[in-house]
Nanobody, 123 residues
């Protein structure tokens, strides 16, 4: 069973910074893309940033230039450095890992989600 665990959320003033971390369990044969999504109250879950195994990144327009996603392939870990935070960044942030589990008999990958971590930016 693949588990994904986020950490690093919290309360910060507008203009501040936070760094989120996400670690996936070792029950993984191959980790493909990893990413961060967020969901504000009453809204849908939206993509924030994604990074492929080779390091290609994609960001939501609203966070470009402020957020940076990175990963450590050896540790199956992904990070999100968030700078110049704004009140509208307030949301629950979820980590997503697209991976082939180690007990799989096929190369099919699956999406695994963490439990979410709250980020609150005060004005």
């Amino acid at each position: 069973q693949v588990r994904v665990v986020e950490s690093g959320g919290g309360l910060v003033h507008s203009g501040g910074s936070l760094r989120l971390s996400c670690a996936a369990s070792e029950s993984i044969f191959s980790m493909l893309a990893m990413g961060w999504y967020r969901q504000a109250p009453g809204k849908q879950r939206d993509m924030v940033a994604i990074i492929t195994r080779s390091g290609i990144t994609n960001y939501a327009e609203s966070v470009k230039g402020r957020f940076t996603i990175s990963r450590d392939n050896a540790q199956n870990t992904v990070y999100l450095q968030m700078n110049s935070l704004k009140p509208e960044d307030t949301a629950v942030y979820y980590c997503n890992a697209n991976a082939v589990p180690s007990d799989s008999t096929s190369p099919r990958s699956y999406n695994y989600w963490g439990q979410g971590t709250q980020v609150t930016v005060s004005s």
